[in-house]
């Protein structure tokens, strides 16, 4: 089993902040099948980037995904309130398909 | 619009057994994988399950293969998740996923609003 540690576990940030979150996998991510997705209290979870690098239907460009093999990342560039959430890595090229422990965006 | 509706869950003792049921809308069924994800109160996501497009493929947490079962019906625009065994480690909202594509190897791109299965005596 593939185990992806998510890195920091909370992060407290103002809006208009820069924030770039890590996700790194126990061994290599095959063909680089990470995605992530973001949830808000409530919610179900939205799919936000797909092949660690590719954003889904209507996702702003201010979301990027970045990494290869088992390092990765996914950046905000300006946060906007409605950003402020638990995000989640996924690998999904081996099973089983396992998700990070997800990151807390908070308000400071 | 892609529409999933999870039902089925409820309280049940440990020992016992449920079916969940997502009756889906909006996209062509049978073209897509789909999956179930769960979440424990307070926790993180857990995947649960996948079946292929065709429901020839399955796949299965360790946590829950043998217990539980995936299946789908292309006809009806159904998919379901038949758990037995269930223990108070299995309480969650259980999440109906739809899969990027066919096969088993994609993200969820739409998901249901959950379903709560509560597990106790």
């Known amino acids: 089993e593939i185990v992806l540690t998510q890195s920091p576990g909370t992060l407290s940030l103002s809006p208009g902040e820069r924030v770039t979150l890590s996700c790194r996998a126990s061994?290599?991510?095959?063909?680089?099948?990470l995605a992530w997705y973001q949830q808000t209290p409530g919610q179900a979870p939205r799919l936000l980037i797909y092949?660690?690098?590719s954003r889904a239907t209507g996702i702003p460009d201010r979301f990027s995904g970045g990494g290869s093999g088992r390092d990765f990342t996914l950046s905000i560039s300006r946060l906007e309130p409605e950003d402020f959430a638990v995000y989640y890595c996924?690998?999904?090229?081996?099973?089983?398909?396992?998700f990070g422990q997800g990151t807390r965006v908070e308000i400071k | 619009e892609v529409q999933l509706l999870e039902s089925g869950g409820g309280l049940v003792q440990p020992g016992g057994s449920l079916r969940l049921s997502c009756a889906a809308s909006?996209?062509?069924?049978?073209?897509?994988?789909m999956s179930w994800v769960r979440q424990a109160p307070g926790k993180g996501l857990e995947w649960v399950s996948t079946?292929?497009?065709?429901?020839?493929?399955?796949f299965y947490a360790d946590s829950v293969k043998g217990r539980f079962t995936i299946s789908r019906d292309n006809s009806e625009n159904t998919l379901f998740l038949q758990m037995n065994s269930l223990t108070a480690e299995d309480t969650a909202v259980y999440y109906c996923?739809?899969?990027?594509?066919?096969?088993?190897?994609?993200?969820?791109?739409?998901w249901g609003q959950g379903t709560l299965v509560t597990v106790s005596s």
């Open positions: 092949g660690a690098s």
């Open positions: 996924q690998q999904y090229g081996t099973s089983p398909k396992t």
């Open positions: 909006g996209f062509t069924f049978s073209n897509y994988a």
């Open positions: 061994q290599s991510v095959s063909s680089n099948y």
């Open positions: 079946i292929s497009g065709s429901g020839v493929s399955t």
């Open positions: 996923a739809k899969d990027r594509g066919s096969s088993s190897w994609y993200p969820s791109d739409y």
